[in-house]
């Protein structure tokens, strides 16, 4: 074989390798679009001629968000926690950011946490429950302004 | 620590489709290296070449029984680097300059053991979560992989550093890079369960938010005794990716920049220390800074192989003198530490850069299995394991390039070095294991959650009303 056919391979190889890592970028391109909720940027006027799902949601209105927990009964009544961007751990225990002194709470009982725009209340398996309205919290749920959190004898909320 | 959402979509025929192109990548570079030797096309091409198709393949339909979600481009990935290293070592065996021409081979069979017990992992942990429970199971096994080349008669030094264990005349294996694995294990389960013991409790001195020190106790211990060991061990290069994957696991945990500061400090510390104090740091050192003058270029154990290394790199230039054409052979070890080297003088700036946006996917998509991840273990596992290829990657590849001191570490997948491949092999099939479990539908997975969501923050809780 001569010299035009040896450097035809060599840099056929070096556009195969690159074919794969193009290919591969190209893959991973089409995985960050199936998640809408990975996508930056406003979609352009094309994409969504072709896919009208993406297509901006109608304007919701503005939210309030939420800077503020207040104890509405129990022990604490009337305490007022400004929320900052960390999340609270509530319980008995000392370590707790609101230390209830709640017979019916455990050491540490919830965790409050925020994500994103709202605010998520997570059971840390107390013994006698959080409630979250009328429903005993089996996993982290989503706190809304207004809606009653019960641990114990203690009951709280989220205000603006 | 959050998450992010993907739709459950199995995507293996993606995966088949790019292990294909990565198994033409393989064969191309295996064809090229035998069209270019004096001997033309050899038997070698068929059989290994062969070897590595079915062993992936095969991979491939295990990973559609029992991993159906996982991630799609690590197997290919990984087996195009994993292709062009043994074709990288064939080429240099070809050249028969040392008394061992026959790595290629002993390579391919370490391909084919690692593989098969990375998919022995697979079949017998489907859920990474089960890993948990071994958390100090794990840091008991590292200090002993640690330290089993210690032993007298066992372990043998090569090359100044005491890390390998022979096991009869040809066996030999390096305890330490299956270490990284279960040291990444201990990191993550003891900071999964104890996380907001460190984050919350203890003193504030200033900004610094100080934990308790029996908080911080079993880290502590597993950081000295791995460092410690590596010190007397002699092997830079180790040391240097258990401090680092000590450092980002529990900045990952935390989410404290001052960890960060903390430990860039002690780097610095340590590092001035060995210089000053090690007669083989200052080498190195004075290796790196150096490089070009002719004593030590000259001196035992001097800059020669990189000097080597760049010369073949520079000779390479943008495009590469083309697999098997360049004389890579000349640098002193060829096939491990300085595969880069010779790559780099073969198939030039364009191919390297290639390799290196390779093994940057496939870290990339590690951290996207702990961010897809639901657990706070398989998070911390996925992101330590992932970060140890990455650091792996830079230390190596800034050594040889002389962006920072030489230490031998092996470069993923590639280098000549059976411990490294199976351990790094293991490594793969823990990432995709992750990345099913993070990937898959709610539905299927929603008792496995649940139980986790419930179990784990039950047990500190129990303890202390025990403690009352």
């Known amino acids: ?81 400004e929320l900052t961007a960390s999340p609270i751990l509530l319980g008995r225990a000392q370590e707790a950011t609101i230390v209830l002194e709640d017979d019916y709470a455990s050491g540490r009982h919830a965790r409050l946490f925020p994500q994103g725009t709202r605010w998520f209340i997570e059971d840390l398996g107390s013994t006698n429950g959080t409630f979250l309205g009328e429903n005993q919290l089996t996993r982290a749920q989503p706190v809304e302004l207004g809606q009653k959190i019960r641990i114990g004898k203690t009951v709280m909320e989220l205000r603006p | 620590m959050s998450e992010l959402e993907t739709a459950p979509v199995s995507r293996r025929n993606m995966e088949l489709l790019l292990l294909l192109l990565a198994l033409a990548v393989s064969m191309g570079a295996y064809y090229l290296v035998g069209i270019n030797s004096d001997q033309g096309l050899s038997q070698e091409f068929i059989t290994q070449g062969l070897f590595l198709a079915v062993l992936s393949l095969v991979f491939h339909v295990i990973l559609r029984i029992w991993a159906k979600y996982a991630d799609p481009v690590i ?16 080429r240099i065996d070809l050249a028969k300059i040392s008394r061992d021409s026959d790595q290629s081979s002993r390579q ?3 391909t084919g053991v690692a593989m098969v017990i990375a998919m022995v992992v697979l079949w017998a942990i489907r859920d990474h979560r089960i890993l948990r429970r071994f958390t100090y199971t794990a840091l008991a096994a590292s200090i002993v992989l640690l330290l089993l080349p210690m032993i007298p008669g066992l372990g043998v030094p090569i090359n100044g ?119 083989h740091v200052t080498r190195r050192i004075n290796g790196w800074l150096n490089a070009f003058d002719p004593d030590i270029y000259y001196a035992q154990g001097g800059s020669r192989q990189i000097v080597e290394g760049l010369f073949g790199m520079g000779d390479g230039g943008l495009l590469g003198t083309g697999l098997g054409n360049g004389s ?39 951290m996207r299995a702990a961010l897809g991840s639901r657990d706070a273990f398989g998070k911390l596992l996925a992101t330590g394991l992932s970060f140890t290829v990455g650091l792996q990657c830079f230390v190596i590849i800034g050594g040889v390039t002389r962006l920072i001191p030489l230490t031998g570490l092996a470069t993923p997948f590639m280098a000549a070095g059976g411990s490294s491949l199976l351990s790094n092999w293991i490594i793969v099939a823990l990432l995709l294991l992750i990345s099913h479990n993070a990937r898959r539908p709610m539905q299927a997975s929603l008792s496995a959650t649940a139980e986790v969501a419930t179990e784990a923050p039950r047990r500190p809780k129990n303890l202390k009303e025990a403690k009352k």
């Open chain 2, 108 to 110: 391919i069979l370490w």
């Open chain 2, 328 to 366: 890579p052979y000349l640098v002193p070890l060829a096939n491990s530490d300085m595969i880069i080297a010779a790559l780099g003088e073969e198939i030039g700036l364009i191919g390297v850069s290639a390799i290196v946006m390779l093994y940057l996917i496939l870290v990339s998509r590690g």
């Open chain 2, 161 to 279: 550093a005491r890390i390998w264990v022979r096991i009869g005349d040809s066996l030999s294996f390096q305890p330490g890079e299956l270490a990284k694995i279960t040291l990444a294990i201990f990191f993550a389960g003891y900071l999964s369960s104890n996380r907001e013991l460190i984050l919350l409790a203890g003193k504030r001195i200033g900004p610094l938010q100080l934990p308790r020190l029996r908080d911080l106790g079993p880290m502590v211990v597993a950081w000295l005794v791995s460092i410690g060991v590596l010190v007397i061990q002699r092997d830079l290069g180790s040391s240097i990716l258990f401090f680092g994957l000590f450092m980002v696991m529990i900045y990952v945990a935390t989410a404290r920049v001052s960890w960060i500061v903390i430990g860039m400090l002690m780097l610095v510390g340590g590092g001035v220390f060995a210089y000053l104090t090690m007669g």
């Open chain 1, 1 to 81: 074989m001569n010299d035009l056919v040896f450097t035809v391979l060599r840099l056929g190889f070096l556009i195969l390798l690159w074919l794969l890592v193009l290919s591969i970028v190209g893959a991973l391109r089409r995985d960050l679009a199936i998640g809408k909720k990975a996508r930056t940027g406003a979609p352009t006027a094309r994409e969504i001629r072709k896919n009208p799902d993406l297509s901006p949601p109608p304007e919701a209105p503005a939210k309030q968000q939420a800077s503020m927990l207040v104890i509405l009964e129990g022990p604490l009544a009337g305490l007022q926690h």
């Open chain 2, 75 to 90: 197997l290919p990935v990984t087996v195009a680097l994993n292709g062009i290293g043994l074709a990288m070592i064939h």
